[in-house]
């Protein structure tokens, strides 16, 4: 899971590829800022932590469909290449 307890709140923190630092992200749930270091962390604004649970799990998906459609063609991972 991609939460932590940051004082009463819990935030959405996950790590994103290297060439997404320093720009902003567009999710679903709103436009999303990955840090220089290439994290984005953001507060879920709840301090619930089975809400939090069900926001970052959210969260998560939101993030894992954009790098799907970023990823492009021809890198599919699920390709297992074999040495001849």
Do not use: W
Request: with cysteine; net charge positive; proline share 5%.
């Amino acid at each position: 899971m991609y939460i932590l307890e940051r004082g009463s709140l819990y935030h959405s923190s996950r790590k994103l590829p290297d060439r997404f630092c320093g720009q902003e992200i567009p999710l679903s749930s709103g436009p999303r800022k990955v840090g220089s270091n290439g994290y984005s962390r953001f507060s879920l604004g709840t301090g619930n932590r089975q809400e939090a649970h069900r926001l970052g799990r959210r969260v998560a998906v939101e993030v894992d469909e954009f790098l799907t459609e970023r990823r492009g063609p021809g890198t599919d991972r699920g390709t297992v290449l074999r040495a001849g």
